[in-house]
C-alpha cells in the first residue's frame, strides 16, 4: 500500500500540471471537471466488474490488486502516446534528486508568495482541503462504527452497504463537477467554491446526527456532488492562476505537497479528539471548524479579487 501511494499520488503532479498545456484559461473549469469525471466512471466500471466476479463467480477478491494494476498499465499508455512531451532527451538520475526536488519546490514558493491571489487562495485550499481529504479517508471508518447497520445471523453489523454508498458517492460526483464548472461561468471560480464549502458544512452538521443507513446514502450522495465539484474547480482555479511557466510539474508538486500536509494534520486530528473524548462524532464537529475557517479565508479572497484588476486577468470569471 505505501509503495502504491508512492506510485499514485506522485503521478497525479504531473497529471495535473498538463492541464494548462493542453487547454487555454477559459476551457480550464471545462477539462479539470471532464477529467474527474472520467476518473469516477472508470473507478465504477472496475469497482462493478470486481464485485460481480466476486459475488457472482466467487473470484478471488485478492485479483481485484492484479486487474487495478493492468487497468493502470494499459491506459497509461493511452496517456503515453497522445499527451505531449516537451523534451525526448533522457536524462540520467542524480543521486542529488531529492535534494534537488526540495530546491525546487523553495524556489515555486519564493515566487509565489509574491503573488497575493495565488497565496491567498493557497491558504485557504490548504484548510478546506484538509477537510475534503479527512471525509473522503475516513466517511467509511465513521459509518461502520457510527452507522446503524442490520445485524447479520451472527451478530455482527451488515456493513455491505458501504459498497452502495461508494458507488453512489462515484456517480453523484460526476454530476457534481460538471455542474460546478458551469457555475463558475456565471459565478466566478472563488465564489463557486464558496457554495461548495458552504454544503461541507452542512455535510458535518447533519453527520453528526444522521444513524440509519438510508440517511447515510443521502447524506453520502451530497458528498459525492460536493467533492466532484470542489475537486475540479479547485485544480482549475489554481491552474488558471499561475504565472506563465514552461514548469507547471513544480508548481503544481507545490499544490500536491499543500494537499498532504493538509491530509496528514487532518486525519491526526480527528483521530486525536476521537481519543481523548471516545466519541466520533465530536471529531465530525472538528471538520465543520475546519469548513468554516476555510470559508472564512474564501471570502477574504473574493473580496481581493474584486479589488485587484490584475487578480481578474487571472481569473476572468471572478
Same mark, same amino acid.
Given at each position: 500500500?505505501?509503495?502504491? =501511494? &508512492? ?6 503532479? #504531473?497529471?495535473? =500540471? ?10 480550464? +473549469? ?9 476518473? *469516477? ?39 503515453? *502516446?497522445? !499527451? ?18 526540495? $530546491? %525546487?519546490? $523553495?524556489?515555486?514558493?519564493?515566487? !509565489?508568495? /509574491? ?5 491567498? #487562495?493557497?491558504?485557504? #485550499?490548504?484548510? *478546506?482541503?484538509?477537510?475534503? /481529504? ?16 442490520? @445485524? ?14 461508494? &458507488? ?12 460546478? =464548472? ?15 464549502v458552504l454544503i461541507w458544512i452542512a455535510v458535518t452538521v447533519a453527520a453528526y446526527f444522521?444513524?440509519?443507513?438510508? %440517511? ?22 489554481? =491552474? ?10 513544480? #508548481?503544481?508538486?507545490? *499544490?500536491?505537497?499543500? %494537499? ?11 483521530? @486525536? ?7 466520533? $462524532? ?15 479565508? !474564501?471570502?477574504?479572497?473574493? $473580496?481581493?479579487?474584486?479589488? +485587484? ?10
Amino acid at each position: 500500500v505505501f509503495m502504491a =501511494s &508512492i506510485g499514485f499520488w506522485g503521478s497525479l503532479v #504531473y497529471y495535473n =500540471s498538463f492541464l494548462p498545456e493542453i487547454a487555454p484559461k477559459r476551457l480550464h +473549469d471545462k477539462i479539470s471537471a471532464r477529467g474527474f469525471s472520467l476518473g *469516477y466512471v472508470g473507478s465504477v466500471i472496475l469497482l462493478v466488474f470486481v464485485l460481480v466476479m466476486n459475488q457472482k463467480y466467487g473470484r478471488d477478491i485478492r485479483e481485484a490488486f492484479v486487474l487495478v494494476g493492468i487497468w493502470w498499465a494499459g491506459f497509461a499508455q493511452y496517456t503515453y *502516446y497522445h !499527451l505531449p512531451s516537451r523534451s525526448k532527451e533522457k536524462r540520467r538520475v542524480s543521486s542529488r534528486i531529492i535534494l534537488h526536488g526540495y $530546491r %525546487e519546490i $523553495r524556489k515555486v514558493w519564493n515566487e !509565489l508568495k /509574491q503573488i497575493r491571489l495565488i497565496k491567498g #487562495y493557497l491558504l485557504s #485550499y490548504f484548510i *478546506y482541503n484538509m477537510g475534503v /481529504q479527512t471525509i473522503m479517508i475516513l466517511a467509511v471508518v465513521f459509518a461502520e462504527k457510527e452507522i446503524d447497520w442490520p @445485524l447479520m445471523e451472527n451478530g455482527d453489523k451488515d456493513s455491505s452497504g458501504l459498497i452502495i454508498s461508494i &458507488i453512489i458517492i462515484q456517480l453523484i460526483a460526476i454530476v457534481g463537477a460538471t455542474i460546478m =464548472s458551469r457555475m463558475s461561468r456565471s459565478y466566478g471560480n472563488i465564489k463557486v467554491l464558496m457554495i461548495a464549502v458552504l454544503i461541507w458544512i452542512a455535510v458535518t452538521v447533519a453527520a453528526y446526527f444522521i444513524h440509519r443507513p438510508l %440517511e447515510f446514502y443521502f447524506l453520502a450522495a451530497v458528498v459525492g456532488f460536493v467533492m466532484g465539484g470542489i475537486q475540479a474547480l479547485s485544480r482549475s482555479t489554481y =491552474s488558471k492562476m499561475l504565472p506563465k511557466t514552461d514548469d507547471h510539474a513544480s #508548481y503544481f508538486s507545490f *499544490y500536491d505537497i499543500m %494537499e498532504k500536509i493538509g491530509l496528514i494534520i487532518g486525519p491526526f486530528l480527528f483521530g @486525536l479528539i476521537e481519543g481523548v473524548t471516545g466519541d466520533m $462524532r465530536l471529531s465530525v464537529l472538528l471538520l465543520m471548524g475546519i469548513f468554516v475557517l476555510g470559508f472564512v479565508f !474564501l471570502w477574504r479572497l473574493n $473580496r481581493m479579487a474584486m479589488r +485587484d484588476k490584475r487578480a481578474q486577468a487571472l481569473i476572468p470569471d471572478a
